[in-house]
């Protein structure tokens, strides 16, 4: 494309999108300056996204509004701008945009249906391209199941992780109960003698907590820097994600301290509560 008095067409590739007048009202696009474009068959001027804007060394969108653009050979007013949108992946980039209407290159049509009664609105609109198109193929598909399998592989990624994060959860637990069992029976006199001289339940349970706590602690020390390097990978294969910051790791460490400490309580409390004349009767 060329901009306006420019003598040289801009280095950088614009997606251009044939649509009509009812283009921003069925994808819920927001103009941020300027008007939509005229009703017409014929490229009778363009609107543009902010990035546009923004790769064309404007500063403002207003700036662009009534200046000319040249698309396929064709000079016309640009009539507004449009807020950025996600045209394709949350792993790509923004694009620049221009949406003009062109007939010569018009194979869809884009509408906006109500949930309801689909299946008798589907077929009316079969009929009405039949009736207006007889000699193309009428095929339909729904942008939501389009957007669906574009995150398929994503989908399924997110329910294996899931999946062999509960195991690996449940196998953890499994052995910290047999580890809390094991210490309990170690610590059976002891915990008799502490009881004796007046210890509390709390006093008992700490004795089990503060070991706990130090383990699940030291074993975060070590998962922790791999887990966020091998997150901090994948998520840069995306230009918008979330960041992993400070406050991540902190709720990381307090949900597995959770998990240990429920997972440990029911044997912990257990031997508390155990009478210490029992577990002194064979001194």
């Not at 927001?30 to 005229?38: E, S, Y």
């Not at 207003?62 to 507004?80: C, L, Q, R």
């Not at 992946?89 to 109500?114: G, M, Q, R, V, W």
């Amino acid at each position: 494309m060329r901009f306006d008095t420019r003598q040289k067409d801009e280095v950088w590739q614009m997606n251009n999108k044939n649509g009509d007048e009812h283009y921003l009202e069925t994808f819920g696009l927001t103009l941020v300056a300027g008007k939509n474009i005229p009703r017409s068959d014929t490229i009778q001027g363009y609107l543009i996204n902010e990035k546009v804007v923004e790769r064309l060394g404007l500063k403002d969108p207003e700036e662009a509004v009534g200046k000319t653009m040249n698309v396929w050979g064709v000079t016309a007013p640009i009539y507004g701008v449009l807020k950025n949108w996600n045209n394709r992946s949350f792993s790509a980039e923004i694009e620049p945009i221009a949406i003009f209407t062109f007939k010569n290159i018009h194979y869809n049509c884009a509408i906006k249906l109500s949930s309801t009664n689909l299946q008798q609105t589907m077929k009316a609109v079969e009929k009405l391209w039949n009736g207006y198109f007889p000699d193309h193929l009428y095929e339909q598909s729904f942008l939501d199941e389009s957007i669906a399998r574009n995150y398929e592989f994503v989908n399924t990624m997110l329910r294996l992780v899931r999946i062999f994060s509960m195991i690996a959860i449940f196998i953890g637990c499994l052995g910290l109960y047999g580890l809390i069992k094991f210490m309990a029976v170690q610590k059976a006199k002891e915990i008799g003698v502490r009881k004796v001289l007046g210890a509390t339940l709390a006093q008992i349970l700490n004795l089990f907590g503060r070991e706990i706590a130090v383990l699940v602690l030291l074993a975060f020390l070590i998962a922790a820097p791999v887990g966020w390097y091998l997150m901090d990978a994948w998520l840069k294969d995306y230009t918008y994600r979330i960041p992993i910051g400070i406050g991540t790791m902190v709720f990381a460490v307090l949900i597995t301290l959770g998990v240990a400490l429920l997972t440990s309580s029911y044997e912990s409390i257990k031997a508390a509560l155990v009478n210490p004349a029992r577990s002194l009767k064979s001194e």
